[in-house]
């Protein structure tokens, strides 16, 4: 399974991104698939997950409310809706995929995406 990570860029505070992860070498459905983020100076974090097959989803404290995890089997791409972005947001962003959701939430995927960059500044 491969990605194509694409949606990062610069935006000011309050703005929006919608980051897509689409995967190729092998079908999605049966994966589960998160988002994580890198900020500068701190640890990776799990920003957003969903599961393969009844589309459970879980969402970090910090973006709950504001980001919307989805995901489009027919075209194998996930999707994270980022809302009222703000300089907390900014990090390096990834995509993730896991035949067990359990590998997703404790952070040891089967398959990472390359990062795309969100920096949120006025």
């Known amino acids: 399974l491969q990605f194509a990570v694409s949606g990062g860029g610069l935006v000011q505070p309050g703005a929006s991104l919608c980051l897509s992860c689409?995967?190729?070498?092998?079908?999605?459905?049966?994966?589960?698939v998160g988002w994580f983020r890198h900020p500068p100076g701190k640890a990776l974090e799990g920003v957003s997950f969903?599961?393969?097959?009844?589309?459970?989803?879980y969402y970090g404290d910090s973006v709950k409310g504001r980001f919307t995890i989805s995901r489009d089997n027919a075209k194998s791409t996930v999707y994270l809706q980022m809302t009222s972005l703000t300089p907390e947001d900014t990090a390096v962003y990834y995509c993730?995929?896991?035949?067990?959701?359990?590998?997703?939430?404790?952070?040891?995927?089967?398959?990472w995406g390359q990062g795309t960059q969100v920096t949120v500044s006025s």
């Open positions: 993730a995929a896991a035949r067990n959701l359990h590998n997703i939430v404790v952070m040891t995927p089967d398959y």
């Open positions: 689409a995967a190729s070498g092998d079908t999605l459905d049966y994966f589960a």
């Open positions: 969903i599961s393969s097959s009844d589309g459970i989803t």
